[in-house]
């Protein structure tokens, strides 16, 4: 990782206007950075920035210790990119090889700093207009207090603090303390405290990037829990920086999960295979605190302490719900105001495809026009667009992402996409042949791709293979209704009735609608 960058805390303390809190013959005092205002997008706590005086958006990750910029803002703000040879980043999906940019003049809120040294990601997670990342390394020179329920976030410098109890809105309420880890330079503090899941000690990390909290499965098998426990359920793929694979995740019930003093029984937690980021022992963790944590908290980080303080603000602690969505309403007003808002466009589109909308279509074009050739919204739009079955305009989108990310993580979830694209569409199957085959040497044993892959296979009329893949997507994941539909037509082909059927039926059990999207795709029994 890269060093703290020198000068920072003289330069920043001199740009920030300060308010205390100090009571007349009380010692401690308190200095505070005005508020600064917090958006979460979803569980994503946003704030704005300035770029050599352009406004920009950056996420607070307080679990990365430094700063990062996403490619494609590096690319907008024209950043010439410095190789960063030997520095390497860990997160949710394993390591990055990350490059490094020079902004001449950040800011945020109040605060003005030259020269700021930002890594550039080899994985592009932008979306929602985000440009990047701001880490622990900033904001630990510092106190920060996070309130995010209340939209705010804040610096803080104490005087004459040391012993006290840092939670000075508290009327009474309780107040949690977690210690909080140095590491062996002893100049650094990691948000890595100590709490215990069905009673079972383990250490973890508050880190606001995460937008759910995420238990090791390590952790969670010394907790008795594993994903083939009863009451566990599957609950897909998340992805980090370091995403060289995405990781699959469970939501889990819990006994009881105890953390400064604060006690949670009879929850439910997303478990998934996350490690530690560094060699360091200090430094490992079992678990991520995210961002559902600092929502339903207000929280104080005394880095002058190593301590964190905390009061429960209402709400669920554990979020395992779907992320929020704006109300259509107020895409409406937010789309009147900036017609050019392809994010908000796209999001409208989100919410009107499901019901079959006239304007869907509409905001769909317009994000293709107005979006960069390489957004992530391409993605989502390409999904969109495959969705109304408008085949050749979802695989342009498609296409479009793969070629402007050729080293993301979610190569493989694209290509896949576009080998799915092109066998329901019934075109360019060698094509579709040849990015099914790329994304299986990405990943073995994926359900999805398997899957497309046989839907391929049934396309071209080779059966046995077909069925093959069938069998390795099931095995992989017994409730993939459209591999279990598609084995079956393959298996009536072949003449085997009995078995033919009984997998359409099982299909058909698990998605009551299966069989009227393969007559939509033209395969019927």
């Known amino acids: 990782m890269l060093t703290r960058i020198p000068g920072w805390l003289t330069v920043l303390l001199l ?48 679990g990365s210790s430094f700063q990062v910029l996403y490619p494609s803002a590096a690319a907008q703000f024209k950043l010439p990119l410095k190789p960063q040879p030997g520095f390497y980043t860990v997160g949710v999906g394993g390591y990055d090889n990350p490059d490094s940019a020079t902004v001449k003049h950040f800011g945020f809120g109040s605060i003005e700093v030259p020269n700021v040294v930002f890594l550039v990601s080899g994985n592009d997670l932008s979306q929602s207009g985000i440009a990047g990342l701001l880490g622990n390394n900033l904001f630990q020179l510092w106190d920060e207090e996070f309130d995010f329920a209340e939209g705010t976030m804040r610096l803080v410098e104490p005087q004459h603090c040391g012993g006290k109890i840092m939670a000075y809105w508290t009327t ?97 937690i997303q478990i998934g295979d996350v490690h530690s980021r560094y060699d360091d022992p200090h430094e490992k963790f079992d678990m991520l605190l995210g961002a559902d944590f600092f929502l339903a908290h207000h929280v104080y980080v005394a880095n002058s302490q190593s301590k964190l303080y905390f009061t429960y603000s209402g709400g669920p602690v554990f979020d395992i719900r779907a992320r929020p969505a704006p109300a259509l309403q107020d895409l409406d007003r937010a789309i009147r105001l900036s017609p050019t808002d392809y994010q908000a466009r796209l999001a409208r589109a989100e919410l009107q495809v499901p019901e079959l909308h ?108 077909a069925i093959a893949d069938y069998d390795a997507a099931l095995k992989a994941n017994p409730r993939v209704a459209a591999a279990l539909f598609g084995r079956g037509l393959a298996e009536l082909r072949k003449g085997d009735e009995a078995q033919g059927h009984a997998d359409i039926g099982a299909a058909e059990t698990l998605a009551p609608q299966i069989a009227d999207f393969f007559a939509g795709i033209g395969l019927t029994p």
Not at 15 to 38: F, Y
Not at 41 to 60: C, L, T
Not at 215 to 244: D, T, W
Request: net charge negative; aromatic share 4%.
């Open 358 to 465: 006239a304007g869907a279509k509409s905001d769909m074009d317009a994000v293709d026009r107005l979006a960069p050739p390489g957004a992530n919204e391409r993605f989502t739009l390409s999904d969109l667009y495959g969705d109304i079955g408008q085949y050749p305009l979802a695989i342009h989108q498609i296409t479009l992402w793969i070629d402007h990310h050729p080293d993301d993580v979610r190569l493989r979830l694209a290509l896949g996409s576009r080998c799915r694209l092109r066998a329901e569409a019934d075109q360019d199957l060698d094509e579709a042949l040849k990015d099914c085959n790329r994304a299986v040497g990405l990943a073995v044993a994926d359900a999805e791709v398997l899957d497309s892959r046989g839907l391929v296979y049934l396309r071209r009329g080779a059966l046995d293979r």
């Open 172 to 268: 009474g309420e309780p107040v949690g303390l977690v210690d909080l880890q140095r590491t062996t330079e002893k100049t650094e503090t990691y948000l890595i405290g100590t709490a215990s899941v069905n009673g079972q000690s383990v250490r973890v990390l508050f880190d606001t990037g995460s937008d759910t909290s995420l238990l090791s499965l390590e952790a969670a098998r010394r907790a008795g829990i594993s994903p083939n426990s009863p009451g566990v359920v599957a609950a897909g793929a998340a992805e980090g920086i370091g995403g060289q694979q995405l990781v699959q995740t469970w939501i889990a019930p819990i006994a009881e999960f105890d953390i400064g003093g604060e006690e949670i029984r009879h929850t439910r």
């Open 15 to 62: 740009a920030v206007s300060l308010q205390s809190t100090a009571r007349a013959g009380d010692p401690c005092h308190i200095l505070r950075s005005p508020p600064i205002a917090v958006t979460m997008i979803g569980r994503e706590p946003v704030i704005s920035a300035r770029i050599n005086g352009v406004d920009a958006r950056f996420m607070v990750d307080t």
